[in-house]
């Protein structure tokens, strides 16, 4: 989301259906961090679906940065999520 301390705004509305991380400026100051996937992007505003099912009304002069990510990785079959090498 960063490089060298400068924030930089990634997604375009050619992501809509691609997992993104949205980081949106605060009324009363500082980020918070949205993650989840580009339902649509029209009339300046971001719809951000998250994996719990709720949905996210983004305006695009909110966000202060922004990238594509990967899709979730599956669940192993007992529930847990993959080990790492």
Known sequence: ???????????????????????ISLPGGGFTDIVGVVESWAGGVITVRRRDGSAVEVEESSVAASRVVPPVPPRRRDGRPPRMP
Do not use: Q
């Not at 930089?8 to 050619?14: K, L, N, S």
């Open 1 to 23: 989301m960063h490089m060298g301390g400068r924030l930089v705004h990634r997604i375009t509305p050619e992501d809509v259906g691609r997992r993104v991380s949205v980081r």
